[in-house]
């Protein structure tokens, strides 16, 4: 999926296209019910799996070589830590009382 869109619209305007599905994620996220937050939570899904295909590859094109591998590392580090963090959350929160 995210090949054809790069290759058709470019990778920056991808990644602000993408904003969209993160916001209105967000947002129906917030629903109070399950089923629709379970919606929310696939679009945003979705939104946020396509940024770690296309932030790398924008990253790679405009970095400057001397930084290249630098920069790259540390959005992966980025993207890691920010997914090993809501899974901690996740934990923390999944045995407090309702």
């Known amino acids: 999926m995210a090949a054809p869109i790069s290759g ?3 990778r920056w305007h991808a990644i602000l ?3 969209v599905f993160v916001v209105v ?3 129906i996220s917030f629903i109070d019910n399950f089923y629709v937050c379970v919606i929310g939570r696939f679009i ?3 939104g946020g799996s396509a940024f770690t295909v296309f ?3 924008f990253i ?3 970095s ?3 930084i290249k591998g630098t920069v790259g590392a540390m ?3 980025g993207f890691t830590t920010g997914r090993l963090c809501v899974f901690i959350f996740g934990f923390i929160h999944a045995f407090e009382k309702p």
Do not use: Q
């Open 55 to 57: 932030c790398p590859k």
């Open 60 to 62: 790679a094109e405009t």
């Open 64 to 66: 400057p070589v001397a």
């Open 17 to 19: 296209f993408l904003n």
């Open 25 to 27: 994620g967000n947002c």
């Open 75 to 77: 959005n992966s580090l």
């Open 8 to 10: 058709r619209v470019g």
């Open 44 to 46: 945003y899904g979705v």
